[in-house]
């Protein structure tokens, strides 16, 4: 089983590629292949560039395509996803109605240092994922709010109701790939 993370967020020191590597580490343990794809290095989205992107996208497509599940950490931004992750999906859209999100396994989880963690981020996402036809973990979408008090710069997590949540939300979602793949 293959799990690729995506994180939302550029910035070094980020709550949401934090709390995915957490995730990701998860699963590893589980026998589960985890990794991270960044999303850095997409140009601007300009369907005239497409052969300068080539490499990038096919590159993202064929990992996201092995995976049995893509998790996504989103940060939000004036009440939505980030721009660099739309930007990335937006590449990765292609072909029309049967991109490699057709039918493709993602789970949401939405970081934020606010008591609402994302949740509207996660919101439109679901929107966005929805219009790829993409396949949602909808048992339970990952709201982690008021992030900086559950976990340190260097990703120690210090909080042990976290700590408990991120194991049983891995265990969860797990259990629902094996039902459903
Ligand atoms: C321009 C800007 C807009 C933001 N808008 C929101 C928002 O709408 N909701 C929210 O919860 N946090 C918002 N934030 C705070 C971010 O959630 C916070 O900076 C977070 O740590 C970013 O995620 P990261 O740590 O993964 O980089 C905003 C921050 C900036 C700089």
Do not use: C
């Not at 343990?29 to 560039?49: C, H, K, Q, R």
């Not at 052969?51 to 395509?65: H, L, M, P, T, Y």
């Not at 109605?97 to 057709?102: A, D, G, I, L, P």
């Not at 679901?126 to 008090?149: C, F, P, Q």
């Amino acid at each position: 089983m293959k799990v690729v993370g995506i994180s939302g967020s550029l910035r070094e020191k980020s709550y949401n590629t934090i709390v995915l590597r957490l995730i990701l580490k998860r699963f590893e343990g589980l026998g589960v292949e985890a990794n991270m794809l960044p999303i850095s290095t997409f140009p601007l989205y300009n369907p005239d560039e497409r052969i300068v992107a080539k490499a990038i996208v096919d590159d993202a497509n064929r990992q996201i395509a092995n995976a049995h599940l893509v998790i996504f950490t989103l940060p939000e931004y004036n009440h939505s996803i980030s721009g660099p992750l739309k930007n990335a999906i937006d590449w990765l859209s292609e072909p029309y109605m049967s991109s490699v999100f057709k039918d493709k396994p993602i789970a949401l989880i939405g970081v934020a240092p606010s008591p609402v963690g994302s949740a509207r981020a996660i919101a439109h996402m679901k929107t966005i994922m929805g219009s790829l036809l993409a396949r949602l973990y909808n048992r339970r979408d990952l709201v982690v709010g008021e992030i900086h008090n559950k976990v340190d710069e260097e990703g120690q997590v210090k909080d042990a109701a976290f700590q408990e949540m991120l194991e049983v939300y891995v265990r969860e979602l797990k259990d629902w790939l094996r039902i459903n793949s």
